[in-house]
């Protein structure tokens, strides 16, 4: 028993499908990045080993470089002798990486270089620039000596050849330097290591020596200066007779000891308790001047009114109850209104004493307050015509005060400067010095080699996809879904010549074989009305497998019952006869010209049962005849006939042939040959088919290797059989 297994491109299934998803990374179709890598595999391959070669060739040929390297450590402060240097030279810690980074500055100047090579002797030594692979400047330049440009190709290797390491954590920098020599690389090294010292130490002496000069001036006219603001405050204390008691020597606090300015802090200070006293009086008479004298709260809690009233009320008692019996013109009673008159007299006589009183408190205290104020303005006036004088005389003081501040200042400054200028201390010192190196540090064969492979390996892609870009080919069915937006009936593989093509046909287990049968299932599936009756084939170029395609599909669909015919519609260059296996004597040319009816020009092929009609002789102008009507009568008759139409036409680009005969059709199958034909051209041919009005079914690939093409078994075959034990 055999046992049959197929796996089918996913686009020459019974539906035809339109696009197929690919996974994806970060928005990347990595299906098609790894078949364009697969495509451009052997070109990637030989650049990176034509790389590898090239690497190992340098790496072979190259001189062996030696470095040798002197280590010293940068202290942030230098070695107190005195104990006055850290006043200058303690750099702070947010400033320290600032710090470092000048002295790798310093050793990388132009200074530090020159001094190498002045006490190496090197500007006057050919075999330093033997060693170091040069040879000596023969050019200077247009404003150069020739002297001038030795020096300046020397200076230029040692500072090219220099290098520095200063860890992020430490302050010991590791200063190398690179030579073909050994033992002249640890020698110049050394050098840097002992110049930077010494530069160091000259900066300072150089620094502290300006110091002092300068220093030694300033203190000049800060001695002048002093003893003339002195003369002067003393001058003018003796011309406004004006004697400093405070004894505050020109203190910015200074207070003065005047009578005159102590009467006037005094006399203010009364004058504040009587404002208060004045205010709070005025208050008082402001609340009792506008209201009934008896309802004053002062008279109110006067003791001797409260008496009085009381009295009064008692009087006013009797004389309600004796009015009860008694008349009004009584004897006791005229006495008892003679007493309550009297006492109502006397309450409003001591009520207005009271409120008088109040105002009288209210007139003294103003009085008071205008008496102070007149004194403290006279006060005043003596005080300011008495702070006039001693104000500039503060200020005579100050700046005597000021000028001795700075003198001092100064010439303490210059005592401690005058006793660092022999001391000679450093903040730097070296750690190791320069051994001569025993192993190269460059070829390094390993780095190389991994250099070249990184490097072949980018060139390899650059190539890939500069390869990808420019030859933007139709390869698999998702090119065609994608670029030219038409459904793919299937992709089929390449069947060979016309006898290939039809022994394959014959074998039901063939690749070519299914492949014609599953577009032949996506044809009859291509629209809701099934197959269409008359189908044109073309292509975008000449030799891409249509002429085959639709050969194969009409043996295909003769096999499924139907009746079909196959007509060779390439004037230029038939084909049809040649797979077909018979003459091309008459055929479409007579048949357009009318020069013999369609059964004279229909052949039969007994071998596939699929009618024919070839293209016949070739006429001298063929779009003549494809233009005219007599196509579209033709294909009309042979829909009587006929199940299909097949018509196999010419390509599209250069020829309007193919364009006419699409018109006439129901349908046209669009043909490209995998990894032929550019997407910016198989997209205008698509475009000048539509443009015709022309209904595209779809497309087919031919001679389609998915291996070639990148895409492995995505769009393969593959058959297995075993026997059934």
């Known amino acids: 028993m055999i046992q049959t297994t197929q796996q089918l491109d996913p686009f020459a299934s019974d539906v035809p499908r339109t696009e197929v998803s690919h996974p994806t990374v970060l928005g990347f179709d990595m299906v098609a990045i790894y078949s364009a890598l697969l495509r451009s595999r052997w070109w990637m391959l030989a650049i990176v080993f034509a790389t590898l070669t090239a690497g190992i060739a340098l790496t072979l040929?190259?001189?062996?470089?030696y470095q040798a390297a002197a280590s010293v450590q940068i202290n942030q402060e230098r070695e107190k002798v005195l104990g006055t240097e850290s006043k200058e030279d303690v750099v702070s810690l947010q400033d320290a990486e600032r710090f470092l980074q000048t002295q790798l500055d310093v050793l990388r100047s132009r200074t530090t270089a020159t001094a190498v090579a002045d006490e190496m002797n090197l500007f006057n030594n050919d075999e330093f620039l033997t060693a170091m692979g040069e040879e000596s400047a023969t050019n200077p330049g247009p404003r150069q000596t020739l002297e001038e440009a030795r020096r300046e190709q020397v200076i230029r290797i040692l500072q090219d050849n220099l290098s520095l390491n200063l860890p992020v954590d430490s302050r010991v920098v590791q200063i190398g330097?690179?030579?073909?020599?050994?033992?002249?690389?640890?020698?110049?090294?050394?050098?840097?290591?002992?110049?930077?010292?010494?530069?160091?130490?000259?900066?300072?002496?150089?620094?502290?020596?300006?110091?002092?000069?300068?220093?030694?001036?300033?203190?000049?006219?800060?001695?002048?200066?002093?003893?003339?603001?002195?003369?002067?405050?003393?001058?003018y204390a003796r011309r406004t007779n004006i004697v400093d008691t405070s004894g505050s020597n020109g203190d910015a606090n200074r207070k003065s000891s005047s009578l005159t300015v102590d009467s006037l802090v005094e006399l203010n200070q009364k004058l504040a308790t009587v404002m208060a006293d004045r205010i709070e009086a005025e208050s008082r008479w402001n609340?009792?001047?506008?209201?009934?004298?008896?309802?004053?709260?002062?008279?109110?809690?006067?003791?001797?009114?409260?008496?009085?009233?009381?009295q009064k009320a008692e009087l006013e008692a009797l004389y309600s109850e004796e009015s009860e019996r008694r008349k009004e013109d009584y004897p006791s009673m005229r006495r008892a209104a003679a007493r309550i008159s009297q006492l109502e007299s006397e309450i409003l006589q001591l009520a207005g004493a009271v409120r008088q009183g109040v105002k009288s408190n209210y007139d003294v205290a103003r009085e008071q307050e205008n008496s102070l104020r007149a004194q403290v303005n006279d006060f005043r006036q003596q005080s300011q015509e008495e702070q006039t004088d001693s104000i500039q005389l503060s200020i005579l003081q100050r700046e005597a005060d000021t000028s001795r501040q700075q003198y001092e200042f100064l010439l303490r400054r210059y005592?401690?400067?005058?006793?660092?200028?022999?001391?000679?201390?450093?903040?730097?010192?070296?750690?190791?010095?320069?051994?001569?190196?025993?192993?190269?540090?460059?070829?390094?064969?390993?780095?190389?080699?991994?250099?070249a492979l990184v490097l072949g390996s980018l060139l390899a892609l650059v190539f890939a996809i500069a390869r990808e870009t420019l030859f933007n080919m139709i390869r698999t069915p998702d090119d065609v879904s994608r670029g030219l937006h038409i459904p793919v009936l299937g992709a089929v593989p390449d069947g060979g010549d016309a006898m290939q093509v039809r022994d394959e046909l014959s074998d039901p287990k063939s690749i070519f074989y299914e492949a014609i049968n599953s577009i032949r299932t996506s044809l009859l599936l291509s629209s809701r009305s099934g197959l269409p009756k008359s189908i044109a084939f073309t292509s975008t170029q000449p030799g891409e497998g249509k002429s085959t395609t639709c050969f194969s599909l009409a043996y295909a669909l003769v096999r499924s019952g139907r009746k079909v015919l196959v007509i060779d519609a390439d004037l230029r260059r038939p084909n049809q006869h040649r797979i077909f296996g018979i003459e091309n004597v008459l055929g479409m040319s007579?048949?357009?010209?009318?020069?013999?009816?369609?059964?004279?020009?229909?052949?039969?092929?007994a071998k596939s049962g699929v009618d024919v009609i070839t293209a016949g002789p070739i006429p001298p102008n063929p779009s003549e005849l494809i233009e005219t009507n007599a196509l579209k009568d033709l294909i009309a008759r042979c829909h009587e006939f006929y199940d299909c139409v097949?018509?196999?036409?010419?390509?599209?680009?250069?020829?309007?042939?193919?364009?006419?005969?699409?018109?006439?059709?129901?349908?046209?199958?669009?043909?490209a040959e995998s990894g032929r034909n550019h997407s910016r051209g198989a997209l205008t041919s698509v475009q000048r088919l539509r443009g015709s009005g022309a209904h595209i079914v779809g497309a087919i690939i031919t001679r389609f290797e998915a291996d070639a093409s990148g895409y492995g078994n995505a769009y393969a075959y593959a058959y297995t059989y075993s026997a059934d034990r």
């Open 415 to 451: 005592n401690e400067l005058a006793a660092e200028a022999g001391v000679q201390s450093n903040n730097l010192s070296v750690v190791d010095r320069a051994v001569s190196p025993a192993d190269p540090v460059s070829p390094n064969i390993i780095l190389n080699l991994l250099g």
């Open 287 to 310: 609340r009792v001047r506008s209201i009934p004298v008896l309802n004053i709260p002062q008279v109110q809690s006067n003791e001797a009114i409260q008496r009085l009233v009381q």
């Open 177 to 235: 330097f690179q030579s073909s020599d050994p033992r002249l690389a640890a020698r110049i090294a050394n050098s840097f290591a002992d110049s930077f010292i010494r530069s160091n130490l000259q900066r300072r002496f150089d620094s502290s020596s300006y110091a002092r000069d300068f220093l030694r001036e300033q203190l000049q006219e800060a001695q002048l200066r002093l003893e003339k603001s002195e003369r002067a405050a003393v001058d």
């Open 646 to 671: 097949l018509i196999d036409c010419p390509p599209i680009l250069g020829l309007a042939d193919a364009i006419v005969a699409a018109s006439a059709v129901d349908g046209v199958i669009y043909i």
């Open 61 to 65: 040929l190259s001189t062996p470089i």
């Open 590 to 605: 007579d048949l357009l010209a009318g020069g013999i009816d369609l059964q004279s020009a229909i052949r039969k092929d």
